[in-house]
């Protein structure tokens, strides 16, 4: 008996810090077990940010380190966490590391923590964070709970990315602010000047998807998304 | 561990000691970062008051450009007139004033046609205990040529909108416009933080040829070239109001100040005598890059000119 455990002892710290286990954390959240599009968890945020790509990339940061702080935090407390008070020792932990990040955005990145600020809100109540808190951190040590933090903050910012990436280029012809399919009339050009003829694709005639810009218009491309990756990965259909 | 982690007592020390514990964390980092976020905040506002007049500079540098341009900072009080008092016009939060309580005198105002002004003046006088209300007005020499910065608050469709207008030493011309907003929608009303939006008030008049106040609006299917209208945002018309009336409404309040610089730059230009005429007529459509798009735009209009010609 004593031996096993000893053995036990011996293995757990042995065991490599990317093992095959610990890399499926990473990578289940990007496909298999995206929290989007598989969960279907943070949907409210994933339509209200993806106007543009930046907005959206800041967002996926965001939302990517207050989850794996938050698992790594309750990872090392779940012993000591009372089980009738979880959810709301959850909650606090949550929102005072938002809180925190937006502090210290505010003192050190103003421009960014002004894009970000909005946006606050919407992490405290994303349901992926508590969700992953709730069935991954309370139950597992802190490292592979930093994995499993930093995976699903990265399969949320890859839905939110590509929804962001359509919505931006077919609503208003741009990437990341950069115009792709050239200049509409009334357009601000680099030299500061505005744009007197329509140029590129605006010339042919071509006119931005004003239903691109709404949110409805997110919630059918993350639909559209689902239908594709459901499509290639029959295991996922439910019966 | 033999404490058992869901007796009553373990649960409420539990709470207790993490909500200090949290709490002073969040103390302490609000405490010891609030410097330099109240830092970046003037550094913000500086940055805005110089890029109304189309000076642009990088936030660690606006300290010393802002104190290198901005000659003068007055306060302006309820009647338009400059006010003698000891507060710093920088100070001035005019959107701090706007939420607590300004905005319920605002909205009796008729930005339309300005009929109970001066019941609105003398409530703004009243305001603050009878203290009456301070417009902070920036005076910035920019290569020699004196420019006038208002700030301006109003309400977009989600949140407070705000921004600055440039008006030249004519007391008329518009020279620039910064708008910005907390929360309009992406894409439609956060628009106006757009120059796209903002360059097409370059030139334009904030009075008529007779000297009658006109403000400047944000009109819906285009300003066709007029010298008091720019392009409202489509899919964007609340916030575009909000644009509207938070001009309208603070131009006018500021409107005994520039009549007193218009008189003061008639008597300039008067004295010079010869060509008064032309000098005002290039003043009414100034070579803006701005208005000569926008009139290369209005076919509609050279149409009728030609008709009624």
């Given at each position: 008996?004593?031996?096993?455990?000893?053995?036990?002892?011996?293995?757990?710290?042995?065991?490599?810090?990317?093992?095959?286990?610990?890399?499926?954390?990473?990578?289940?959240?990007?496909?298999?077990?995206?929290?989007?599009?598989?969960?279907?968890l943070?949907?409210?945020?994933?339509?209200?940010?993806?106007?543009?790509?930046?907005?959206?990339?800041?967002m996926?940061?965001?939302?990517?380190?207050?989850?794996?702080?938050?698992?790594?935090?309750?990872?090392?407390?779940?012993?000591?966490?009372?089980?009738?008070?979880?959810?709301?020792?959850?909650?606090?932990?949550?929102a005072?590391?938002?809180i925190?990040?937006?502090?210290?955005?505010?003192?050190?990145?103003?421009?960014?923590?002004?894009?970000?600020?909005?946006?606050?809100?919407?992490?405290?109540?994303?349901?992926?964070?508590?969700?992953?808190?709730?069935?991954?951190?309370?139950?597992?040590?802190?490292?592979?709970?930093?994995?499993?933090?930093?995976?699903?903050?990265?399969?949320?910012?890859?839905?939110?990315?590509i929804?962001?990436?359509?919505?931006?280029?077919?609503?208003?012809?741009?990437?990341?602010?950069?115009?792709?399919?050239?200049?509409?009339?009334?357009?601000?050009?680099?030299?500061?000047?505005?744009a007197?003829?329509?140029?590129?694709?605006?010339?042919?005639?071509?006119?931005?998807?004003?239903?691109?810009?709404?949110?409805?218009?997110?919630?059918?491309?993350?639909?559209?998304?689902i239908?594709?990756?459901?499509?290639?990965?029959?295991?996922?259909?439910?019966a | 561990?033999?404490?058992?982690?869901?007796?009553?007592?373990?649960?409420?020390?539990?709470?207790?000691?993490?909500?200090?514990?949290?709490?002073?964390?969040?103390?302490?980092?609000?405490?010891?970062?609030?410097?330099?976020?109240?830092?970046?905040v003037?550094?913000?506002?500086?940055?805005?008051?110089?890029?109304?007049?189309?000076?642009?500079?990088p936030?660690?540098?606006?300290?010393?450009?802002?104190?290198?341009?901005?000659?003068?900072?007055?306060?302006i009080g309820?009647?338009?007139?400059?006010?003698?008092?000891?507060?710093?016009?920088?100070?001035?939060?005019?959107?701090?004033?706007y939420?607590?309580?300004?905005?319920?005198?605002?909205?009796?105002?008729?930005?339309?046609?300005?009929s109970?002004?001066?019941?609105?003046?003398?409530?703004?006088?009243?305001?603050n205990?009878?203290?009456?209300?301070?417009?902070?007005?920036?005076?910035?020499?920019?290569?020699?040529?004196?420019?006038y910065?208002?700030p301006?608050?109003?309400t977009?469709?989600?949140?407070?909108?705000w921004?600055?207008?440039?008006?030249?030493?004519?007391?008329?011309?518009?020279?620039?416009a910064?708008?910005?907003?907390?929360?309009?929608?992406?894409?439609?009303?956060?628009?106006?933080?757009?120059?796209?939006?903002?360059?097409?008030f370059?030139?334009?008049?904030?009075?008529?040829?007779?000297?009658?106040?006109?403000?400047?609006?944000?009109?819906?299917?285009?300003?066709?070239g007029?010298?008091?209208?720019?392009?409202?945002?489509?899919g964007?018309?609340?916030?575009?109001?909000?644009?509207t009336?938070?001009?309208?409404?603070?131009?006018?309040?500021?409107?005994?100040?520039?009549?007193?610089?218009?008189?003061?730059?008639?008597?300039?230009?008067?004295?010079?005598?010869?060509?008064?005429?032309?000098?005002?007529?290039?003043?009414?459509?100034?070579?803006?890059?701005?208005?000569?798009?926008m009139?290369?735009?209005?076919?509609?209009?050279?149409d009728?000119?030609?008709?009624?010609?």
């Amino acid at each position: 008996m004593s031996e096993v455990a000893v053995e036990e002892k011996v293995k757990q710290p042995s065991e490599p810090l990317f093992s095959k286990k610990n890399k499926a954390l990473i990578s289940n959240p990007l496909d298999d077990d995206n929290p989007i599009t598989v969960q279907v968890l943070g949907i409210c945020s994933a339509l209200a940010i993806t106007v543009q790509v930046k907005q959206a990339f800041v967002m996926a940061l965001s939302v990517t380190f207050v989850t794996a702080m938050g698992n790594v935090i309750v990872s090392l407390m779940r012993n000591y966490i009372p089980n009738r008070i979880r959810i709301i020792v959850q909650l606090v932990i949550v929102a005072a590391l938002v809180i925190l990040v937006d502090q210290v955005l505010k003192a050190f990145v103003y421009d960014i923590s002004k894009a970000l600020s909005v946006f606050v809100g919407l992490i405290i109540t994303n349901c992926i964070i508590m969700g992953r808190l709730e069935a991954f951190a309370l139950g597992n040590k802190p490292w592979p709970a930093f994995l499993d933090g930093i995976g699903n903050g990265l399969g949320y910012g890859l839905i939110l990315i590509i929804v962001s990436v359509f919505r931006e280029l077919l609503g208003s012809g741009k990437l990341w602010g950069y115009p792709i399919f050239g200049h509409k009339v009334g357009a601000l050009l680099s030299d500061g000047s505005l744009a007197t003829e329509a140029s590129g694709l605006y010339a042919l005639g071509y006119v931005d998807n004003g239903l691109m810009i709404l949110p409805p218009m997110a919630l059918i491309t993350v639909g559209v998304i689902i239908w594709v990756q459901r499509s290639r990965n029959t295991k996922l259909i439910e019966a | 561990m033999a404490v058992d982690v869901n007796s009553n007592k373990y649960t409420f020390l539990f709470a207790t000691v993490m909500v200090v514990i949290v709490a002073t964390l969040l103390a302490l980092a609000s405490e010891s970062l609030k410097p330099m976020q109240t830092a970046n905040v003037n550094n913000e506002k500086r940055q805005n008051i110089l890029k109304g007049v189309g000076i642009e500079v990088p936030a660690n540098e606006a300290e010393t450009a802002y104190d290198e341009y901005v000659k003068e900072a007055l306060v302006i009080g309820a009647d338009g007139k400059v006010k003698q008092t000891e507060l710093n016009a920088f100070d001035i939060d005019v959107l701090k004033d706007y939420k607590s309580g300004l905005s319920n005198i605002y909205t009796k105002l008729d930005v339309q046609e300005f009929s109970n002004i001066d019941e609105i003046r003398s409530e703004l006088a009243a305001f603050n205990g009878g203290k009456g209300v301070n417009f902070p007005l920036y005076v910035i020499d920019k290569d020699g040529e004196k420019l006038y910065v208002v700030p301006l608050v109003g309400t977009g469709l989600w949140g407070p909108i705000w921004g600055y207008l440039a008006i030249a030493a004519d007391g008329k011309t518009v020279v620039g416009a910064v708008f910005d907003h907390k929360s309009e929608t992406p894409g439609l009303g956060a628009e106006i933080a757009q120059p796209a939006f903002q360059i097409p008030f370059k030139g334009k008049t904030i009075f008529d040829e007779k000297g009658d106040f006109t403000g400047i609006k944000a009109v819906k299917g285009g300003a066709k070239g007029s010298p008091h209208g720019v392009d409202a945002i489509s899919g964007g018309t609340i916030t575009s109001n909000g644009v509207t009336e938070m001009i309208m409404r603070t131009l006018k309040l500021y409107e005994p100040y520039f009549l007193g610089l218009q008189a003061s730059d008639a008597s300039a230009s008067g004295s010079m005598g010869v060509g008064e005429n032309s000098g005002l007529g290039e003043e009414i459509s100034p070579d803006s890059a701005a208005v000569a798009f926008m009139d290369s735009l209005d076919v509609e209009k050279v149409d009728t000119t030609v008709v009624v010609d």
